[in-house]
């Protein structure tokens, strides 16, 4: 932590870069030492930006410096970084972000799922984050009907649940995503 800055200040900066670009933008203006301070939870601003999804946050901070990992580089889709992290380091394929999330959730919460195939052919785990979030957790939260339909075919677990209980089905019928229930319910349904 810097010395100068309260950790109260950088806790509210990494709890806006899960969700508030305009608070990011103005906070990061006043104080620019935030950007790679870690909250107490030990998440930074970037990976606060990347376990949501926010890809708008997360470029703004690489842009002012941020450092791009692998997580942070699947969920934008920014295939070649991939490719080039892999390449440096294969053993980044059995990455975490933020919370432990698996390295496969993150493409898949953003829809890539050339990225998906990707890892997955380099050796990522399709059912990691199980009992947290897997990476079917995010296809199926996120309405990506093609990532769920390829981790199922990829034997990604339908009953897995994340650190709220709930199956992906679950989470895919309270987001209404109505085509992801459809191709999840012949996994989940015990009639």
């Not at 450092?67 to 699947?74: N, Q, R």
Request: proline share 6%; aromatic share 6%; hydrophobic share 45%.
């Amino acid at each position: 932590m810097s010395a100068t800055l309260d950790q109260n200040l950088i806790n509210e900066f990494v709890i806006a870069a899960h969700h508030d670009l305009p608070k990011v933008q103005a906070m990061l203006a006043e104080a620019p030492d935030l950007l790679n301070e870690a909250s107490e939870w030990f998440e930074t601003p970037i990976q606060a930006a990347a376990h949501t999804g926010q890809v708008e946050i997360a470029a703004f901070l690489l842009d002012r410096g941020a450092p791009l990992d692998i997580c942070t580089a699947a969920m934008m889709g920014l295939r070649d970084d991939v490719t080039a992290i892999l390449a440096d380091d294969p053993g980044a394929s059995q990455s975490t972000g933020a919370h432990g999330i698996p390295l496969l959730y993150f493409p898949a919460l953003a829809g890539h799922l050339d990225i998906v195939r990707q890892l997955y052919d380099a050796g990522t785990p399709v059912n990691a984050g199980e009992g947290g979030t897997t990476p079917l957790h995010g296809a199926a939260g996120s309405g990506h009907a093609a990532v769920v339909q390829w981790l199922l075919a990829h034997d990604a677990n339908p009953y897995a649940e994340d650190m709220n209980g709930k199956m992906p089905i679950e989470v895919a019928e309270a987001n209404r995503f109505d085509d992801v229930v459809a191709l999840l319910r012949p996994y989940t349904d015990v009639s």
